[in-house]
């Protein structure tokens, strides 16, 4: 019994809180990408460049602050097109999609995550996170629709009092 009570309260608690599993980056690591991504463009092959911006790109997507995500963004978006390689777009799609998703845009997340699940159907980080977005989609409907319920609630409550009152 005890088991199920905090089974309940887990989930509970799980519904409010996200219950994500996508992984945050600190400031620090961010400075040293971007150290990195410095470094490359004095004189480094292209390919050690492009990998350290991927990886800039991966820490900024993965920050806690607004301005890191959307910088992230930005940047995967620009190189999004220069690159053919399935494997390399499949990678900045998947990043895109946690930024967005970490920018509250969930429909657009969930259509990178989409496009990402076309190169590579049978990819778990994206299953999971098309799953994490998904459910945030479901979470936000129904705490909309209790908002709106609420609301009207409220607004046919304030009527019913007024014409009590006239009556």
Known sequence: MDAKIGSFFESIGNFFSGGEQIPWCDRDVIAGC???????SNGDSEERKNESIMRLSWALVHSRLKEDIQRGIAMLETSLGNDRSP??????????????????????????VDQCLE????????????????????????IGIGITATAVGLIVGGIAAALARKN
């Open 34 to 40: 971007e150290r990195e991504v410095a470094e490359a």
């Open 119 to 142: 190169i590579a159907p049978d990819w778990r980080q994206a299953l999971s996170l098309k799953k994490i977005v998904e459910d945030r989609i479901a979470k936000d409907g129904v």
């Open 87 to 112: 494997l390399h777009q499949r990678e900045k799609l998947y990043l895109l999609a946690v930024g967005y998703y970490r920018s509250n845009e969930y429909g657009r997340s969930r259509e990178l």
